[in-house]
């Protein structure tokens, strides 16, 4: 089956840095990218919906400057968590929908604990 | 009100039991409806997938959708420990659109 990539899977970083977080489909196209973060034992929240070639649309509250994200080609997109706090530390999953299909596969997360 | 609703456990079942898992919403333009599974520090994986009302089967598992009460429900029969997991219900309007999750219903099987 189709299979969506995410690097790093666990990442530790001080407060006052940013962080990385990349998401690739490997075997398929994705027009549309989409980012959720998690807190434990809750559900996935809708941070932004990212679109190929151009600018992601966030979800309320979500602060676009503090959460970067980029779609710059059909089977990438990454989260960029910019001065990285605390209260950022969280598991952050991507999904990415099958251009044509429009399935929708999810990576396997990626867990960043901000110290 | 959240637009979707889940009970978040957690159940815990004895081995071979019949587990039921519920979600209600709010907004009755939803149309597909999903149920994922989770397990601890993993991505979701989906399973099962159903459009607009009724019911579909695959294996041990059957979800159902009532959009008159605006509930649906998965259904597992013979629950084995390896379902022991996270479950999340999620639905969207279009296809194209967005999903929105419950809170997800952690179930434990007992051997």
């Known amino acids: 089956g189709a299979v969506v990539s995410q690097h790093p899977s666990w990442v530790i970083c001080k407060s006052g840095t940013s962080v990385k977080i990349e998401c690739r489909s490997l075997d398929f196209q994705a027009t549309t990218m989409f980012w959720y973060r998690q807190f434990p034992k809750q559900s996935l929240m809708l941070m932004a919906t990212s679109n190929e070639g151009s600018k992601a649309t966030y979800e309320q509250g979500v602060e676009k400057d503090k959460f970067l994200i980029n779609h710059a080609s059909l089977t990438l997109s990454t989260l960029t968590v910019t001065s990285a706090h605390p209260e950022d530390s969280s598991f952050y999953i991507c999904?990415?929908?099958?251009?044509?299909?429009?399935?929708?596969?999810f990576g396997e997360g990626s867990r960043l604990t901000v110290l | 009100q959240k637009e979707v609703e889940q009970d978040p456990g957690p159940l815990s079942v004895p081995e071979g039991a019949i587990v039921s898992l519920n979600c209600t919403y709010s907004n009755s333009a939803f149309q597909y409806f999903m149920w994922y599974r989770q397990y601890s520090r993993k991505g979701p994986e989906l399973l099962m997938y159903t459009y607009s009302s009724g019911n579909k089967e695959d294996g041990r598992f059957t979800a159902q959708v009532d959009k008159s009460s605006k509930y649906i429900s998965l259904f597992i029969r013979d629950s084995q420990p390896s379902d022991s997991a996270t479950y999340l219900c999620a639905m969207m309007v279009n296809q194209g659109g967005k999903l929105i999750f419950g809170q997800g219903t952690e179930l434990s099987v007992k051997p």
């Open positions: 999904s990415a929908r099958e251009t044509g299909t429009g399935e929708l596969f």
